[in-house]
């Protein structure tokens, strides 16, 4: 049964019925494991150990110095804004 078949081609009547479960299906224990151990798996960060957290101005500084030409793309914009 695919997702939401539960409620595909019911009249009124038969909605009705379905009730509070609202056409639920009950998991077995299996699944309800299966269920929690990929919770739990999804949950988990694999990534890199964060490092420091740095605040705007140093991260704005430490990509300038990594980008030179970057460094003055706003000035040009502001400039040309002003004239």
Known sequence: ???GDAFFDK???EL????????RHKLTPAQHAD???RMNYSSKYEGPEPGIPETAHEG???IDAENPRLRDAFKLTEEREGS
């Open 11 to 13: 009249s009124p009547e």
């Open 60 to 62: 704005s500084v430490r």
């Open 1 to 3: 049964m695919g997702k």
């Open 35 to 37: 269920l929690i151990d």
């Open 16 to 23: 009705k019925a379905l009730g509070a479960k609202g056409g």
